[in-house]
C-alpha cells in the first residue's frame, strides 16, 4: 500500500491547516491509521489514530483538543484537521496505516506502512 500525504505548508501561529492522506495500491480492508510528526532534533511523536469505522479516536497528549483526525473509506483517506497551530507544532508529519489501531496508538515500530512526509511550518 502507498500512502501519500498533502496539505502542509506555511500558517502564522494560530492558523490552521488540513492534511490529508490517500492510501493507494494493495490497501487492506478495515486498516486503522494516523498521523506521526517528527521536528528536527527530536524523536518521533504520535499525533493521532483512527480505526476502520472512525469509532474509536486517539490523541496526543500535546493535541488539548486543538486537532480532529476524520476519514472518508470510500476515497480511502484520513484526514487531520489541525487549528491554532502552534510554533512548537513545526515538524514533518506522517501518515500511517496498520491493521490494528492499537499498533499505532501503542506499538509504532510495529506499523506497517508509512507515508512519505509533508512539512508543516508554523511562524509567528
Known amino acids: 500500500v502507498q500512502l501519500q500525504a498533502y496539505g502542509g505548508g506555511l500558517v502564522q501561529a494560530g492558523g490552521s491547516l488540513r492534511l490529508s492522506c490517500a492510501a493507494s495500491?494493495?490497501?487492506?480492508?478495515?486498516?486503522?491509521m494516523g498521523w506521526f510528526r517528527q521536528a528536527p532534533g527530536k524523536e518521533r511523536e504520535f499525533v493521532a489514530a483512527?480505526?476502520?469505522?472512525?469509532?474509536?479516536?486517539r490523541y496526543g497528549d500535546f493535541v488539548e483538543g486543538r486537532f480532529t483526525i476524520s476519514r472518508d473509506n470510500a476515497k480511502n483517506t484520513v484526514y487531520l484537521q489541525m487549528n491554532s497551530l502552534k510554533l512548537e507544532d513545526t515538524a514533518v508529519y506522517y501518515c500511517?496505516?496498520?491493521?490494528?489501531?492499537?499498533?499505532?496508538?501503542?506499538?509504532?515500530?510495529?506499523?506497517?506502512?508509512w507515508g512519505q512526509g509533508t512539512q508543516v511550518t508554523v511562524s509567528s
Open positions: 500511517v496505516a496498520d491493521d490494528h489501531y492499537n499498533t499505532i496508538t501503542h506499538r509504532p515500530n510495529r506499523i506497517y506502512a
Open positions: 495500491g494493495r490497501t487492506r480492508s478495515r486498516s486503522s
Open positions: 483512527i480505526n476502520w469505522t472512525g469509532g474509536l479516536k
